[in-house]
T-cell receptor, first 111, second 115 residues
């Protein structure tokens, strides 16, 4: 299975701190994506990193990818209470294969 | 901004009943998906659909499930005879472009409760 597995399962931090979530996967991928889900809502795409990229930034988000270790990390800097959500990584093998999601990390940012 | 819309937002049904969940993907997208999420758990792939046929399905997507794109805009998921364990949030997603890779756009989900 190419399924991503996030770590930790849950993370609680103070507003202003940085939050780091990790994702490990099992097979070679075409790209890896991170999604956010507010409670009871749909998933929203955050960032996509291709297999030939090592780092990508988008606003307060920084994603790294280490294909040799089959792992990725999502860093949210200067967290806000509004960042409270579940964060999922999803691996994309290639072509028409569907995205496979991990179990997610529940992030709580305390004001 | 274009979005994926799903109806109903919540459906309660009796075990054994048929349920149809509806989705309107983003209009120029070509690839369509159904995922489900049992409360608080992972997002599980059910089925992908491209060029008016199923391109891939998971073990969850057994004979009780079917998908259809009846009119070129709607994309439906039918569960023929619901079971208690079908209670979950069902998400429709679509993506476009010439390649299948790229971000998925999700709807807000349909919560199915089977009693």
């Amino acid at each position: 299975s190419q399924q991503g597995e996030e770590d930790p399962q849950a993370l609680s931090i103070q507003e202003g701190e940085n939050a780091t979530m990790n994702c490990s996967y099992k097979t070679s991928i075409n790209n890896l994506q991170w999604y956010r889900q507010n409670s009871g809502r749909g998933l929203v795409h955050l960032i996509l990193i291709r297999s030939n990229e090592r780092e990508k930034h988008s606003g307060r988000l920084r994603v790294t990818l280490d294909t040799s270790k089959k792992s990725s990390s999502l860093l949210i800097t200067a967290s806000r209470a509004a960042d409270t959500a579940s964060y999922f990584c999803a691996t994309d093998l290639s072509g028409n294969t569907p995205l496979v999601f991990g179990k997610g990390t529940r992030l709580s940012v305390i004001a | 901004e274009p979005e994926v819309t799903q109806t109903p937002s919540h459906q309660v049904t009796q075990m054994g009943q048929e349920v149809i969940l509806r989705c309107v993907p983003i209009s120029n997208h070509l690839y369509f998906y159904w995922y489900r999420q049992i409360l608080g758990q992972k997002v599980e792939f059910l089925v992908s659909f491209y060029n008016n046929e199923i391109s891939e399905k998971s073990e969850i997507f057994d004979d009780q499930f079917s998908v259809e794109r009846p009119d070129g805009s709607n994309f439906t998921l039918k569960i023929r005879s619901t079971k208690l364990e079908d209670s979950a949030m069902y998400f429709c997603a679509s993506r476009g472009g010439g390649a299948a890779t790229g971000e998925l756009f999700f709807g807000e989900g349909s919560r199915l409760t089977v009693l």
